[in-house]
C-alpha cells in the first residue's frame, strides 16, 4: 500500500526526484513589487504596499478593518490583548494546533485550557465547548466574566482553529461563546481563501487572524493579518503594532507599552504579488485535492475532505492511517524515498510547557494525532 500512495503523490508532482510537502510558488508580480518597494527605499513599515495588502485582504475575506503583522504569532497575541486577555487569565483552544496559539496565549501570561475537536473537521467541538462551559464555569457578575469554577480564573477568550486549511463549525461555536460572554479569535492562520456557509473564514468571531508565512498558500515571507468588523479595535491594533507611537512629524511619543510587530513595506509587496494569483492558487489546491482522493478511494486510503458546508482553500493535504504505528512506518518509508511527509503537530497538552494546563477528555485529537500525515501539496505549474 505504501508504495502505491507513493505512486499516487509521483503521478502529482512528475519529473521531481525531492518532492517537498510545500514550498511557494512565484510566478506573477513578485520581483516587479519588490524591485519598486526598494527604489522607493521605504522597505519598513511604511509604505504603499502596507496600505495595500491590508485593504486587498480586507476585500477578498469580506471584512471591514485588516492590519497587517509581522508573522501570525505576532497577530494572535495582539488579538489576545485586543480583546482583553490578562495574566491569570484562561482561554480555551484545542490542542491540536500550532504551538503558536498556545504560546500566543502564554505571552499574555494566560494559561490554556485544551478542548476537544471533531473527527470530521480537525476543529474545536461545539458539542465539547457547551458540555465544559455548562458543566464547569459560572458567571462572575462583579467582573463580568465566565469564570472556570476547576481553575478560578476568568475565561476571557477562546480560540478556535481552521486545521490545515479546513473550516470548523465556526458559526456555532460564535453562538455558543457569545451566551456565555466569552470573545472569539479565529485562528484562520492556514484558512486564507477557505469558506464556511459562504463566508470566509475569520469573520465570524470578534477578530480573525492569518498567517501569511513561507509555508502558506500565499506567502511574504513571514507576515500576518488581523480582520475584524470593529472600527475600534482595528484603530487600537494598529496603534499597538506601531510601538504605541503617537502621530507626529519629529517628536517619539508612546502612551502605552506597544509592539514593533507591523509588516514591513518590502514583505507587504510580495504579499500583494500573491494575493494577484491567490483564487488561481485554490483553484489549483481543490483540484489537486480531487485528484488525491479520486486515487486514494481506488486503495481505501482515507484521503481527508472538506467539512460539510465548507469550501476548503486545502492548504495541506492530509491522509488518515488506521493506526499510530502504521503512521511511524509510513513516514519513514516516504521520507526515505524522497517524498516529504509529517504527522500531526504534537498535542499541545503533552508538550512540556503545557502539561500543567487543564485539559478535558481528549480522545478525538488524540485518536486524529495518531494517525494523521500530512502529504505533498505545492503548487506547480
Known amino acids: 500500500m505504501f508504495e502505491k500512495i507513493v ?3 509521483r503521478n502529482q508532482y512528475s519529473g521531481q526526484k525531492q518532492i517537498p510537502l510545500h514550498e511557494p510558488y512565484f510566478n506573477g508580480n513578485e520581483k516587479d513589487y519588490l524591485l519598486k518597494c526598494i527604489d522607493s527605499t521605504f522597505v519598513s513599515s511604511v509604505g504603499k504596499y502596507v496600505n495595500k495588502i491590508e485593504d486587498d485582504f480586507a476585500e477578498f475575506v469580506g471584512a471591514k478593518y485588516a492590519v497587517a503583522t509581522v508573522n501570525g504569532t ?5 488579538a489576545l490583548l485586543l480583546v482583553g486577555v490578562n495574566p491569570g487569565d484562561d482561554v480555551i483552544i484545542q490542542p491540536l494546533t500550532f504551538v503558536a496559539t498556545a504560546n500566543s496565549i502564554a505571552y499574555c501570561g494566560a494559561m490554556p485550557v485544551f478542548i476537544d475537536v471533531d473527527r470530521n473537521t480537525l476543529g474545536l467541538s461545539p458539542e465539547k465547548l457547551e458540555d465544559f462551559l455548562k458543566k464547569h464555569t459560572e458567571w462572575n457578575s462583579s467582573i463580568s466574566k465566565q469564570i472556570n469554577k476547576l481553575t478560578t480564573r476568568p475565561i476571557s477568550a477562546c480560540i478556535p482553529m481552521h486545521t490545515f486549511g479546513h473550516p470548523t463549525r465556526i458559526d456555532e461555536i460564535v453562538d455558543i461563546c457569545n ?3 466569552i470573545p472569539v479569535i479565529e485562528d484562520s492562520a492556514e484558512s486564507v481563501g477557505s469558506f ?3 463566508k470566509h473564514t475569520g469573520t465570524f468571531g470578534d477578530i480573525g487572524i492569518f498567517s501569511l508565512n513561507g ?3 500565499i506567502t511574504c515571507g513571514g507576515g500576518g493579518i488581523i480582520v475584524t468588523d470593529d472600527e475600534k479595535i482595528a484603530k487600537k491594533a494598529k496603534h499597538l503594532t506601531t510601538t504605541a507611537k503617537i502621530p507626529h512629524k519629529w517628536e517619539y511619543k508612546h502612551d502605552v507599552v506597544g509592539y514593533n510587530y507591523r509588516m514591513p513595506n518590502i514583505n507587504a509587496a510580495l504579499a500583494c504579488a500573491q494575493m494577484e494569483q491567490l483564487e488561481e492558487f485554490i483553484k489549483f489546491k481543490r483540484n489537486l485535492a480531487h485528484k488525491y482522493k ?3 478511494d481506488t486503495i481505501n486510503v ?3 475532505s472538506e467539512p460539510e458546508n465548507a469550501r476548503s482553500n486545502y492548504w495541506l493535504n492530509a491522509i488518515i492511517l488506521n493506526s499510530n504505528e502504521e503512521r511511524e512506518k509510513f513516514l519513514e518509508y516516504t521520507n526515505n524515498k524522497g517524498i516529504q511527509t509529517r504527522p500531526a503537530w504534537t498535542l499541545m497538552n503533552k508538550l512540556e510547557m503545557f502539561k500543567a494546563c487543564l485539559s478535558e477528555n481528549l480522545d478525538n485529537a488524540e485518536w486524529l494525532a495518531d494517525r494523521i500525515v500530512n502529504i505533498p501539496s505545492s503548487i506547480t505549474t
Open 7 to 9: 505512486n499516487i503523490i
Open 196 to 198: 464556511y456557509k459562504n
Open 215 to 217: 509555508n502558506k498558500i
Open 294 to 296: 479520486k486515487s486514494f
Open 179 to 181: 451566551k456565555y460572554h
Open 74 to 78: 505576532a497577530a494572535l497575541h495582539i
Open 302 to 304: 482515507n484521503f481527508f
